[in-house]
Structure formats: structure tokens, C-alpha cells
């Protein structure tokens, strides 16, 4: 019985006498290991949301399928208009790549009729109107390449102020009803719009 319990006694101090060894994970980079690091800060910065993300905007006008795809900037404390968007100018009514609009159907604007597809949504804002310019070339980096020959229709709206202050440009695509639809622009306390109407055959 003596001599098991002293083997007993040997074993254990051995086990406790022996190096320890580290797992590569706990390992400080001595003897060819590296430390297992967190990714999370790469995916942080990999996933930064954009300032002006793009969206979209869209409803049924009866049939007709009306589709607005725009970048959507936020005021971010800045004055927008008279100020980031200036007066006079044509705008792309967004950031970025121009913002553009997408008939199913036919529609009449203005008393003008539009052939059905893909168009470029462009502004000129004004103190008190805005004019909305529908034009043929719809793919271009802000209004670089705008060309008012290639306007389809420009109309003249009147500029509505808005009690709160809306943050990110925000367009709105609403039916009347079956053969009326309104589009309207919302930034920062200013509201424009104007109406769509389908071709009724």
C-alpha cells in the first residue's frame, strides 16, 4: 500500500513539474505562432453606409408603372437650397449619377406626351418655382453632359414650404387615380410636384 501511494505522490508532482505549453491561439507570436485577432474592426470599416445611398421611388398609376431611382442626400446641418443646391442651376436632383424616371406606358406632362421608358429627371430650384426638366439621356454623372436639346418637356412649378424639415431628399410617387398620379420632391422644409397622366387609347 506504501509504495502505491508513493508512486501516486510521483506521478502527480511530475504532471505538475512539466512546461506548459501555450495553443496557437494563446500564443504571442514566439516559436512561429501568430495571435488570433478580431475582424470585426475590418468589417466596420468595410461596411460604412453611404452618405447619399441610392433608392427609389415608385407606384401604379392604373397600369402604368412609374419608377423614380435616385441618390437620397441628407441635409446633415447644411443649407441646401441657395446654399448646397444653388439657385438657377440645373440640378441632378440628387447626387452622384442623375436621377432618372421610368414610364410603363405612355403618359402626358405638361400637355406633352412621352413615349414610354427611361428618362432623366433633372431641376432648376428657385425661390418661390422650380423647373422640372424630363430629358432623353438619363445615364451621366450629375448634370455634366445635360444637354437642353435633348429635353423632352420642361414645366414650371410652384415651390410649397413645409412646417418640418424634412432630412434626406425624398421623392414621392402617388396615384390619383387610374389615369392621374402626382410626383412630388421633398428636402430640407421645400416641397415641389407635378402631375403624371397616362395616355388613355
Not at 470585426?40 to 419608377?67: L, Q, W, Y
Not at 405612355?106 to 421608358?117: N, Q, Y
Amino acid at each position: 500500500m506504501n509504495r502505491l501511494v508513493i508512486l501516486l505522490i510521483t506521478i502527480i508532482l511530475y504532471a505538475c513539474s512539466a512546461p506548459n505549453k501555450k495553443s496557437p491561439e494563446e500564443s504571442n507570436g514566439k516559436g512561429g505562432y501568430t495571435s488570433h485577432t478580431d475582424d470585426s474592426s475590418k468589417e466596420t470599416k468595410t461596411d460604412k453606409k453611404p452618405k447619399s445611398p441610392r433608392t427609389a421611388s415608385m407606384a401604379m398609376i392604373g397600369g402604368n408603372h412609374v419608377h423614380i431611382d435616385y441618390s437620397s442626400p441628407s441635409m446633415r446641418g447644411r443649407k441646401i437650397f441657395g446654399g448646397l443646391v444653388g439657385y438657377g442651376q440645373v440640378w441632378v436632383t440628387g447626387a452622384h449619377k442623375a436621377t432618372n424616371i421610368t414610364f410603363n406606358n405612355d403618359v402626358i406632362i405638361e400637355a406633352t406626351t412621352i413615349l414610354k421608358g427611361k428618362y432623366g429627371l433633372f431641376t432648376i430650384p428657385g425661390e418661390t418655382q422650380w423647373t422640372i426638366i424630363i430629358n432623353k439621356d438619363w445615364d451621366m454623372h450629375l448634370a455634366d453632359d445635360y444637354d437642353e436639346a435633348n429635353d423632352v418637356v420642361r414645366l414650371v412649378v410652384d415651390v410649397e414650404e413645409l412646417e418640418s424639415a424634412v432630412e434626406a431628399l425624398t421623392f414621392e410617387v402617388t396615384a390619383t387615380d387610374d389615369t392621374y398620379g402626382n410626383v412630388t420632391i421633398m428636402w430640407e422644409n421645400t416641397s415641389v410636384s407635378f402631375e403624371v397622366k397616362n395616355v388613355v387609347n
